[in-house]
């Protein structure tokens, strides 16, 4: 009897289990085809590594989609609260894996190199976006993370175009562009400058200047050099703003920098330091804008 | 109170401690993974399909390509300084010397970062000499240097203190070195590109996180062969402890052996900071540790200074990596902030048995 009854059990269970298999093999099929259609929907859970890309993700109306920036992105007061994940070219593999990304964008200096290659092993599908030099590269940059992110770009890029027209027209008013220098100042440690391939570098030509320095990236300039550059605007970061005290420490710390004709006419300005993080970005349209009314005297 | 313990305890107190800090570096990290996932993970990733395990595929991922190439590489790096600290200390009789203090550091950063900023010309030149060969041996660039850089330095230290006769000079010679390295590093700041340059304040600050299995393997076979090696001069290292006239009279031939441990110590420090960058703190604090806990005998203090710096890193680690999840520091602070009061606490302790 004993014998009868286990084959009993073992049949009943037995039969449960087919019909636990096929229910799911059912479950899997439609989980197979909701997967299907669900990738084929926009990634829902994106990590944006860089300030001015964050920016572009918020303007094509993904931020709901965002789950974790890095440490140099700045986001708006009323967001919601995301963790942030360290610095854009030291990004932890697994502080990236346990959000559970799809979708990891920054832009070309973003790394280490061992983080992405291993983020891409585990199925993660990463976007890396030239920094932006000029109008074109931030319009071509937007076509790319609208495609990826499956968001409209029209009327963001409309109002790009917009932008960047009304500063071509700007900057033609000019006419004699401006010689700017851009620096970064420790009281005692002189001056450093932006040179070429630096992002305010591309802010000072879409704002319609002239770089002063010719030179590439940050180079410290000597007192003398200061002069011969002949700069008619001095530009700083916003960061730096209350320690040059709008630009006055300069004149204190530099003396001979009076004998510019932006000493003389004090002609300083503090650009939003985030306008000039990763290339131009939408910050900076605005801020060029800015830059270009002080230009011209307005 | 007394701290030294029996060999009998002190062994399997280390091994048990590093095996109970190696479980936990696995199953802590900025993603929460179960006990129980942990093993299925690693078993899956060590032979996917063996056990028919439910395990996330991403778990497999983290588990045997991140944290466990990230724990022995732990392992190792605190290993490699351990040892070279207790072998230098014992080299120059003096308690202060330590990979960091006497320059050694600072030379493997200043050859490292001769191929992080001049790294494109150098593949350049080598390449055009060299070939297609080349390619093949590309990644060895960096550890290369590196050891050319700790070797030479040493060898300078070694040098100018009078063949480590001389504790002051040798002390003066390592404070000139690490400052003639901070210019020459300082110099090549100024001409690097800005990603180098930010490669390179990063490299200095020591992190585990560029943790690949080729890294494991080279600085693990690397570390085997100059550790062991290191190991075996043990009682000749013991019997310089006397002086180095008794040394001689006891049959050891000194010159040669300080000259193997500067080149193995060079190599050695070279793999293991090349990988990892500068991490301080270790070399110094372990062997004192071990010192005070089992004595001066080289027999124990090498291999025990290999476990307890393999286990301090590994520790110091997962709590750099797991503090400020999903961010990570670097290692090197962390080093730093757990090894100097615990060091200070048991110098305080045995102000008077340490050497």
Same mark, same amino acid.
């Given at each position: 009897?004993?014998?009868l009854?286990?084959?009993?059990f ?9 019909h ?22 926009? %990634? ?10 964050t920016?572009l ?34 990004? %932890? ?16 200096h ?18 890396? *976006?030239p ?7 931030? *319009? ?21 175009a ?11 008013a000019?006419?004699?562009?401006p ?44 007192d ?36 510019? %004709? ?37 | ?18 095996? #109970? @800090?190696?479980?936990v ?13 942990v ?18 595929? /991403?778990?497999? $991922? ?5 944290r ?13 300084? @351990? ?5 230098? /200390? ?5 308690? !202060? ?7 050694i550091?600072?030379? +493997?950063?200043?050859?490292a ?15 055009a000499?060299?070939? @297609? ?7 060895? $660039? ?15 230290v ?22 003639? +390295? ?30 690949t ?10 570390? +085997?062969?100059?550790?062991? $090696? ?18 001689? &009279? $006891? ?36 062997? &004192? ?8 005998? &080289? ?6 200074s290999? !476990?307890?710096?393999g ?21 090197? #602070? ?22």
């Amino acid at each position: 009897m004993t014998r009868l009854n286990r084959r009993a059990f073992a049949r009943i269970f037995q039969t449960q289990n087919i019909h636990t298999q096929i229910i799911r093999q059912c479950i899997a099929i439609v989980a197979l085809l909701f997967s299907c259609s669900a990738s084929a929907t926009a %990634p829902e859970r994106v990590i944006s590594a860089g300030h001015s890309i964050t920016e572009l993700v918020l303007a094509l109306g993904s931020g709901d989609s965002l789950i974790a920036v890095d440490s140099s992105t700045r986001l708006p007061a009323d967001f919601k609260k995301v963790p942030v994940v360290g610095y854009y070219r030291q990004l %932890p593999v697994e502080g990236l894996l346990a959000q559970n990304p799809q979708l990891l964008i920054g832009g070309e200096h973003m790394g280490p190199p061992n983080t992405l290659t291993l983020l891409e092993n585990s199925g993660v599908k990463i976007l890396q *976006l030239p920094e932006a030099e000029n109008g074109a590269q931030l *319009l071509s940059n937007i076509d790319r993370l609208s495609a990826v992110l499956e968001k409209p770009a029209a009327d963001i890029k409309q109002r790009v175009a917009a932008q960047l027209a009304s500063l071509k027209q700007a900057r033609a008013a000019l006419g004699k562009p401006p010689r700017i220098l851009f620096v970064r100042a420790q009281q005692g440690r002189g001056v450093k400058a932006a040179g070429t391939g630096t992002s305010p570098d591309s802010l000072i030509r879409l704002a319609g200047g002239v770089n002063a320095v010719e030179f590439a990236g940050y180079k410290q300039l000597s007192d003398e050099a200061l002069l011969e550059l002949r700069p008619d605007w001095i530009l700083f970061s916003s960061d730096q703003a209350a320690q040059l005290k709008g630009g006055a420490a300069l004149l204190e710390w530099q003396p001979l920098l009076k004998l510019t %004709p932006a000493g003389k006419q004090s002609a300083f300005f503090s650009v939003d330091g985030y306008a000039l993080l990763g290339g131009i970005g939408l910050a900076s349209l605005d801020e060029a804008k800015k830059l270009n009314k002080k230009f011209a005297g307005q | 109170m007394e701290f030294r313990l029996s060999d009998k305890s002190l062994l399997p107190t280390l091994v048990a401690l590093l095996l #109970i @800090g190696s479980c936990v570096s696995l199953g802590i990290g900025a993603m929460t993974i179960s006990w129980r996932d942990v093993l299925a993970g690693l078993m899956e990733w060590s032979w996917p399909g063996l056990l028919s395990v439910d395990v996330p595929e /991403q778990y497999a $991922l983290v588990l045997g390509e991140i944290r466990l190439p990230r724990l022995l590489l732990g392992l190792i790096v605190g290993g490699t300084l @351990g040892v070279c600290g207790a072998v230098l /200390q014992g080299m120059f009789r003096n308690p !202060l010397a330590e990979p960091g203090i006497i320059g050694i550091s600072s030379g +493997a950063a200043v050859g490292a970062s001769i191929v992080l900023v001049f790294g494109s010309v150098l593949t350049g030149v080598l390449g055009a000499w060299m070939g @297609g060969f080349f390619g093949k041996i590309q990644w060895l $660039l960096l550890p290369a240097f590196a050891s050319f850089g700790a070797i030479f330095a040493t060898w300078l230290v070694y040098v100018l203190g009078d063949r480590g006769r001389s504790v002051v000079m040798m002390l003066l010679a390592g404070i000139a070195i690490t400052a003639l +390295a901070g210019a020459t590093l300082g110099m090549f700041a100024y001409v690097a590109t800005d990603t180098a340059l930010r490669d390179m304040t990063m490299w200095q600050l020591g992190s585990l996180s560029g943790a690949t299995w080729t890294g494991v393997l080279v600085s693990g076979i690397i570390f +085997a062969i100059c550790g062991g $090696l290191l190991w075996s001069r043990a009682s000749d290292l013991n019997a310089l402890l006397l002086g180095e006239s008794e040394a001689r &009279h $006891l049959g050891v031939d000194v010159v040669g052996l300080k000259r193997q441990i500067i080149v193995l110590n060079g190599i050695a420090m070279g793999a293991a900071v090349s990988v990892s960058g500068v991490i301080g703190f270790v070399g110094l604090v372990v062997p &004192h540790i071990v010192r005070l806990l089992r004595g001066p005998d &080289h027999r124990f203090l090498i291999p025990y200074s290999a !476990l307890l710096g393999g286990l301090l890193l590994t520790v110091a680690d997962t709590i750099a990596r797991s503090a400020f999840a999903p961010a990570e520091m670097p290692v090197g #602070i962390v080093t730093a902030l757990l090894g100097a009061p615990f060091f200070l606490f048991l110098l305080w302790q045995q102000r008077r048995q340490i050497f």
